[in-house]
């Protein structure tokens, strides 16, 4: 049973940099996606970023390559941050099967969710 549990939101300037953690609990040895979500009220769910944990290439949105990375296993380090980037961030898992070696970034892919975190750059 995967539980997450995500933290490290604030409020940024814009150009600041966070961290998000994403603490993870009954993953284990587990073939899994872990992937960051964000959402804005009123819109769609968007991923951003995905890892495999067992050691598949890391996957990020268009939007935000080159400023998001993983960092420290499953913590977001996002740098570069603008306005666009406000919205509550979601940590989210699923058991991946022996096909899946790429994360997909879509939102229902994923089974276990985070309560989220929230993001401001003002």
């Known amino acids: 049973h995967v539980q997450l549990v995500e933290s490290g939101g604030g409020s940024v300037q814009p150009g600041g940099s966070l961290t998000l953690s994403c603490k993870a609990t009954?993953?284990?040895?587990?073939?899994?996606?872990l992937g960051w979500f964000r959402q804005v009220a009123g819109k769609k769910r968007e991923g951003v970023a995905a890892?495999?944990?067992r050691g598949g290439g890391k996957v990020y949105a268009d939007s935000v390559k080159g400023r998001f990375t993983f960092s420290q296993g499953y913590n977001l380090q996002m740098n570069g941050l603008n306005p666009d980037d406000a919205a509550t961030y979601y940590c989210?898992?699923?058991?991946?099967?022996?096909?899946?070696?790429?994360?997909?970034?879509?939102?229902?892919?994923?089974?276990?969710w985070g309560q989220g975190t929230q993001v401001t750059v003002s």
């Open positions: 989210a898992a699923f058991s991946a099967p022996l096909s899946v070696t790429r994360c997909p970034l879509t939102p229902g892919d994923y089974v276990a």
């Open positions: 009954g993953i284990g040895y587990s073939r899994t996606c």
């Open positions: 890892v495999h944990t």
